[in-house]
């Protein structure tokens, strides 16, 4: 099991047209082309297999693209109160939650913002399955399949001891009291074969319940849009499950609908030495793109040369650990210099904080057909002021 997980970043694909000079820096930019043609994708998935297809939010939650998310797909999927409310305000249709603790003083709220409240736990579910009935809401339970198909041990729900989901051997009669449908979630960033796999694992054991369910929830991780997925595998399998057992599917992709749709473009502050060419630039690990400490991996950088001059990118704040990681380029780099990372639409822009102080990146989108170049937002001061006091 390898430590670092592998970017599955594609190309750059028409990024490789736009002018880095273009924005101000840190920057994400996200071409609504790319977002669309992921979003097509999607939704022909729900269109032919049947599946309720709901965007998570927790990946990709640039709300100004909802209005074209809404198009596509059936609604969103939250972690919790936050993400519901942005749901139900912004995006429209199905909300369904999902957290793996719910508490007295949101649940209230919680269960006005969602079609479907799907709990961790039967303790979770007994305690709040009256306001849930009550509210009309449906009741979900998540599942872990005990089954295992994850590179990284932190991204494996199955993994020993997981917190996430109650363990498909637990499932009893009194378990899935007052449950509408049962959810998993295990995968990440996965071809079909894990999940028909996963399945293959998991089906007898849910068998006997499944005629007493109103639907399978199959969470997300599932890279839909990438190039090399079988499609036709996941539609095939869906179909198969929606007729064999006469319920409904839903799947909740979220890193398939930002995947290779947006960069993070940085600029060149300084180039120290010491023991090799070092490169501190406006873009910090640790602030903007806190997965790349997390998972840990290394974000592919638009234009890499194969050969040439190594720098090791490292961000302006104080964490020694702030490094992006060694990069090349064909030529010696410049103060001033622009650069981007691919594939940054997702895990990213939800993910940024404002620790040293370090600025947020602004946010801006770009159509890839019109050239057209719309600054979403821009962060400052009061933003880095307002979470502390
Ligand atoms: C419950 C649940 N649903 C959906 C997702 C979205 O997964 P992805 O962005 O990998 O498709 C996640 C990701 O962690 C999740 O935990």
Request: hydrophobic content about 40%.
């Amino acid at each position: 099991m390898s430590e670092m997980m592998t970017t599955q970043a594609g190309d750059a694909g028409a990024f490789r047209n736009f002018d880095l000079n273009r924005v101000p820096t840190p920057c994400f930019v996200v071409d609504e082309k790319a977002v669309e043609r992921n979003l097509t994708i999607l939704s022909d998935i729900g269109t032919q297999s049947g599946a309720h297809v709901l965007s998570a939010l927790k990946a990709f939650s640039m709300f100004s693209l909802a209005p074209v998310v809404r198009q596509h797909l059936g609604g969103t999927c939250a972690s919790g109160i936050y993400e519901a409310r942005l749901g139900r305000e912004e995006y429209g249709g199905e909300v369904a939650t999902f957290s793996a603790g719910y508490k007295d003083a949101d649940i209230d709220e919680i269960l006005s913002l969602s079609d479907h409240i799907i709990f961790n736990s039967s303790t979770q579910k007994d305690r709040f399955l009256a306001k849930a009935l009550a509210a009309n809401v449906q009741v979900g339970l998540r599942i872990n399949p005990e089954h295992s198909e994850g590179e990284v041990p932190k991204y494996d729900p199955c993994a020993p001891c997981s917190r996430l989901g109650t363990p498909v051997s637990q499932l009893s009669a009194g378990v899935l009291n007052g449950v509408d449908g049962l959810h998993m979630h295990t995968l990440c960033e996965q071809g079909f074969d894990p999940l028909q796999r996963t399945w293959a694992a998991v089906e007898p054991k849910i068998a006997p319940y499944i005629s007493q369910l109103k639907w399978l929830n199959f969470g997300g991780g599932h890279h839909i849009t990438r190039d090399d997925y079988d499609r036709e595998g996941l539609i095939a399998f869906i179909k198969n499950i929606r007729e064999t057992y006469g319920i409904d599917v839903y799947l909740e992709p979220g890193e398939a609908i930002a995947l290779d749709a947006g960069i993070l473009v940085g600029e060149i502050l300084d180039l120290p030495t010491n023991g090799m060419d070092l490169a501190i630039t406006d873009i910090s690990a640790t602030c903007h793109m806190p997965d790349v400490i997390e998972a840990p991996y290394r974000p592919a950088l638009m234009d890499e040369a194969e050969a040439g001059h190594t720098y090791r990118l490292g961000g302006p704040s104080c964490l020694a650990g702030d490094v992006i990681g060694d990069y090349t380029w064909n030529k010696p780099l410049q103060i001033g210099q622009r650069f981007a990372f691919l594939d940054q639409a997702h895990y990213s822009m939800v993910k940024t904080n404002t620790f040293n102080g370090v600025p947020l990146p602004t946010i801006a989108l770009w159509n890839s057909e019109t050239d057209e170049l719309t600054i979403i937002k821009q962060f400052g001061y009061d933003d880095f002021k307002d979470r502390l006091s």
